[in-house]
T-cell receptor, first 107, second 112 residues
Framework: AQRVTQPEKLLSVFKGAPVELKCNYS??????LFWYVQYSRQRLQLLLR??SRESIKGFTADLNKGETSFHLKKPFAQEEDSAMYYC?????????FGKGNQVVVIP | NAGVTQTPKFQVLKTGQSMTLQCAQD?????MYWYRQDPGMGLRLIYY???????DKGEVPNGYNVSRLNKREFSLRLESAAPSQTSVYFC???????????FGQGTRLTVV
């Protein structure tokens, strides 16, 4: 079975402050991890995938297999980062999501 | 390029009524998914189809049925709607390993 855990539901940060969204997973096979984002009134879209090891919109995420984590980080939050963020894991053709984090960036 | 299209966008049903949510993708993707999104619960997988001709249960399949009509279309049916099925439903599709999933705009369903 595969499981994705995002502990915090709501995260409020001031503009310019660092943001870190935690994601832990359990999966017996080799995981494929993603972060998806849903801006207000828009459909879900891919933000990051672990295989790419890239920075998108200032966000980065590193897969730590020892800690089974894929935390999302951004050093300086911007108002346009306010959105719902989902960590996702693909395994056995399933794509499972965590419960999501609502991020509110305070001007 | 339409991507993933869901119909309808909004629907109100009475308890016990049936309906089918339609999903179509024009990206020649093999896998398709149905999720429901509820406050505090995130996205929960209802059913998925790894390829044309196959369907499998997800996390919360009870009360739903699906049909992978062809490679493009994956429909979700509620045979007898219940208030607990009030939710926002999302369809998604993806191609091969390690590529992103593309989502529809969602269907907001209310069962009264």
């Amino acid at each position: 079975a595969q499981r994705v855990t995002q502990p915090e539901k709501l995260l409020s940060v001031f503009k310019g402050a660092p943001v870190e969204l935690k994601c832990n997973y359990s999966y017996s096979g080799s995981p494929e991890l993603f972060w998806y984002v849903q801006y207000s009134r828009q459909r879900l879209q891919l933000l990051l995938r672990h295989i790419s090891r890239e920075s998108i919109k200032g966000f980065t995420a590193d897969l730590n297999k020892g800690e089974t984590s894929f935390h999302l980080k951004k050093p300086f939050a911007q108002e346009e980062d306010s959105a719902m963020y989902y960590c996702a894991l693909r395994g056995n053709n399933r794509l499972a999501f965590g419960k999501g984090n609502q991020v509110v960036v305070i001007p | 390029n339409a991507g993933v299209t869901q119909t309808p966008k909004f629907q109100v049903l009475k308890t016990g009524q049936s309906m089918t949510l339609q999903c179509a993708q024009d990206m020649n993707h093999n896998s398709m998914y149905w999720y429901r999104q509820d406050p505090g619960m995130g996205l929960r997988l209802i059913y998925y189809s790894a390829s044309e001709g196959t369907t499998d249960k997800g996390e919360v399949p009870n009360g739903y049925n699906v049909s992978r009509l062809n490679k493009r279309e994956f429909s979700l049916r509620l045979e007898s709607a219940a208030p607990s099925q009030t939710s926002v439903y999302f369809c998604a599709s993806r191609a091969i390993r390690n590529t992103e999933a593309f989502f529809g705009q969602g269907t907001r369903l209310t069962v009264v």
